[in-house]
């Protein structure tokens, strides 16, 4: 019993030791040693902003606002007003014996342009002599019977029957003179060679038919030539489909000729096709273009569409934007000597000045001549 009682009392013991070293060292520990170091702020400089000894030298410009029209470019060929263009032909098949015109040339109406021997217009001759023969010998017979018959030597069925032979003899006759026409012939002439000419002025501007080449018909072979009035032409732009919202009848459209750059002919949208390239997506764009004389069928172009609506943006000189690395800044004024690079997304340049769209705004003033302040900075 007395041994179980000393045993209660040396843990007793042994826990207030234990209770008292704990709260020692509760009073020892401080939350500072174990937090991490404290960190120091360092400001960077602002590698957009430059300072300058005497920005007085430098000229400071303010952006003006300038109503922005959407602009769309696209490629194109120069082709022939087909309302203005109009086939050579020949109804009579045959050998080419004489070509006096060809691709390119610039002919007039009534010229000749081809001789063709054909043996449809030697037939045609030919039917149309036996038809005068058969329409002389039927009004012969004719009046024989119209004689006979006032004597009442032939009944009035016989007169009705030379009557409808005549009139049938005379019909073929009118027919066969007309077909000889057709084909180039004259009934005052006895030639198988058929004169084709010019059906209108203009220039050739397709040719398929070359010396001692055969002749068909029309509906076996193309036109021997086609002549167009180039005094106005077709600009058939090609407008990819989701550029085509930009577009509209009766814009107006700019045409610059790849073989004469800078110079620009001014046209309008007469049409927009309905119907999608389907390989690359593009829509033929038609504009009428008034030709003064410079402008070829078949040359390569570049339109530039003008859409009715715009919006408002800055305007500079365009030595007030500086390029660089493929990106455009501007200088803008923050304090005395200071100026701050600001980086600007630009448009178009007209007459010494260019159109800010984003970056700054009308009002703000920025450095006239950013290279030179930019040439300042890296000295």
Not at 177 to 198: C, F, H, K, M, W
Not at 307 to 313: E, L
Not at 324 to 345: A, C, I, K, M, N
């Amino acid at each position: 019993m007395k041994r179980i009682g000393i045993l209660v009392g040396a843990v007793a013991l042994l826990g207030m030791a234990i209770l008292l070293v704990g709260c020692n060292a509760r009073a020892q520990f401080s939350p500072a040693d174990g937090a991490p170091p404290k960190t120091e702020v360092v400001e960077e400089p602002d590698l957009d902003i430059v300072k300058v000894t005497h920005p007085e030298r430098f000229r400071l410009v303010t952006a003006s606002a300038h109503q922005e029209v959407s602009q769309l470019h696209a490629t194109g060929v120069v082709t022939p007003d087909i309302d203005k263009s109009i086939p050579v032909i020949s109804l009579a098949s045959g050998r080419v014996v004489g070509i006096y015109a060809k691709l390119g040339d610039d002919v007039r109406k009534g010229q000749l342009l081809l001789k063709i021997f054909s043996n449809d217009l030697s037939n045609a001759y030919q039917n149309y002599r036996q038809a005068k023969a058969d329409e002389v010998l039927t009004r012969k017979q004719l009046d024989r019977a119209k004689i006979l018959y006032e004597h009442g030597a032939i009944s009035l069925n016989d007169l009705e029957v030379a009557e409808d032979a005549e009139a049938k003899a005379e019909v073929a006759a009118t027919a066969a003179e007309q077909q000889l026409r057709n084909l180039g012939g004259s009934p005052t002439e006895n030639d198988p060679i058929v004169n084709v000419y010019a059906p209108a002025s203009g220039t050739i501007v397709e040719q398929n038919v070359v010396q001692s080449a055969d002749v068909h018909t029309p509906d076996n072979q193309p036109n021997l030539f086609t002549i167009a009035d180039l005094s106005t032409v077709w600009v058939l732009a090609d407008v990819y489909e989701n550029d085509l919202p930009m577009v509209n009848l009766g814009d107006p459209a700019d045409v610059e000729l790849n073989a004469y750059p800078g110079y620009k002919f001014r046209g309008r949208v007469d049409n927009i096709s309905k119907v999608l390239d389907p390989n690359i997506r593009t829509a033929k764009v038609r504009i009428v273009l008034h030709n003064p004389g410079m402008i070829r069928s078949g040359m390569f172009v570049k339109a530039t569409f003008y859409g009715k609506q715009g919006r408002v943006c800055a305007n500079v000189p365009a030595a007030a934007v500086l390029h660089l690395h493929d990106r455009d800044w501007v200088y803008v004024p923050v304090s005395p000597g200071q100026f701050r690079r600001t980086e600007v997304t630009t448009g178009a340049v007209v007459d010494g000045t260019q159109d800010i769209l984003s970056g700054i705004s009308p009002g703000q003033q920025v450095v006239a001549d950013a290279l030179a302040l930019s040439a300042e900075t890296e000295q």
